[in-house]
């Protein structure tokens, strides 16, 4: 194949039965459909819970009203357009205003619903120097949107620019483009030799990918990712837990195990954001942390070093634990440097879906008191 044809009109489904193009009118008028001829070829449009369309085609229930456009507060940690710095040794460069196809439970479908406010990156050098004038950055992360979806010329121009930069050790891209269209990488020799010239033996590049079916680990997703590999970059997957999408102890065991055996680590298994739109995804915490502790069960170590946490406005609050009457809670990366490794007990709430839902705060453990 080569590169698959976009599709942006729900009309061209033909697994829609006229019926359901209807009832989605006031979806579409809301949230945009994008999407393409591979990745729709993966759904059985025989099974109307087929995972695969529940990730990309639209549903009603995404009309219940239900979080923010900004769950993580990611405006306050904006230093400048489309840079972020949250983490004292992380940045985050918003480099690209495009996606391969429009996840449903995109935590950023503020940036598409409202391009007016203008968070994309615009200007690289102004963000290059604001790397450059702060040693403790040591790693940044080019993302959007979907990094990929830069031409190469351009994901060029930025990571060159970050190369220059000694005290920046890693880059990463993040990217869904492995299961939405691998033919990104498959057809794209100059990326292969991008990946080869900046992905040092001293410095990787990292790829964090975002698979979050088995199914979408395709003969195609795979090739991709060896090149990628051969190349020297380090690939990472991460993924939200999706009702109806992987929120089976079998299926996202399947997911840890499929990423193992062709040399992707699982990273994160986020808490799906309290964002507009995200109610039909959402798993509550409780509910959530079996599931993860079942999937691991069935793994080798290898596969089960993923870390189930919630991309809290204060930092990445790993689910560590839980007892008969509470769940442990422990800041993985705080934004606030104090508040690294703080754990954080809290009374058990089966209808927690956030951090915030919490109400009933038992103990707080800082590192010092540890």
Request: glycine share 6%.
């Amino acid at each position: 194949m080569t590169q698959p044809k976009n599709v942006t009109d729900i009309a061209e489904l033909s697994g829609l039965s006229p019926e359901e193009r209807e009832r989605l009118h006031p979806v579409m008028d809301r949230f945009d459909f994008l999407s393409n001829e591979y990745y729709l070829s993966l759904i059985d449009w025989s099974d109307p819970d087929d995972p695969i369309r529940k990730v990309i085609v639209p549903c009603v229930e995404e009309m219940e009203e239900w979080g923010h456009l900004d769950p993580s507060n990611e405006s306050k940690y904006s230093v400048m357009q489309g840079v972020q710095h949250k983490y004292e040794s992380t940045a985050v460069f918003l480099a690209s205003d495009a996606c391969g196809g429009y996840c449903r439970f995109c935590f950023r479908k503020r940036l598409f619903i409202h391009p007016e406010q203008r968070e994309f990156l615009t200007d690289v050098d102004a963000a290059l120097d604001y790397v450059r004038g702060r040693p403790e950055i040591n790693n940044v992360l080019i993302t959007g949107g979907d990094g990929l979806m830069l031409p190469t010329a351009r994901l060029e121009r930025i990571v060159s620019g970050l190369r220059g930069i000694d005290h920046v050790r890693i880059i990463r891209v993040g990217t869904k483009l492995m299961a939405y269209n691998p033919y990104r990488v498959l057809h794209d020799p100059e990326l292969i030799r991008l990946v080869e010239r900046y992905s040092l033996p001293d410095r990787r590049m990292y790829f964090m990918l975002h698979f979050n079916h088995p199914r979408e680990i395709t003969e195609q997703s795979i090739a991709a990712c060896d090149m990628l590999l051969k190349a020297g970059a380090v690939l990472c997957n991460q993924t939200p837990m999706l009702r109806g999408v992987n929120d089976t102890p079998e299926v996202l065991g399947e997911l840890f195990n499929k990423l193992s055996f062709i040399g992707v680590p699982p990273y994160y298994v986020f808490l799906c954001r309290p964002t507009v739109g995200n109610l039909p995804f959402a798993v509550p915490v409780e509910q959530a942390h079996n599931i993860f502790l079942g999937a691991k069960s069935m793994c080798s170590g290898l596969a089960k070093r993923a870390r189930l946490t919630m991309s809290h406005a204060t930092g990445k609050i790993e689910v560590l634990a839980s007892t008969t009457d509470h769940m442990v809670f422990r800041y993985h990366r705080a934004a606030t440097p104090e508040q690294s490794a703080e754990v954080v007990i809290c009374k058990k709430n089966p209808e927690a879906y956030w951090f915030d839902d919490y109400q009933e705060i038992m103990e707080v453990v800082s590192l010092g008191d540890a």
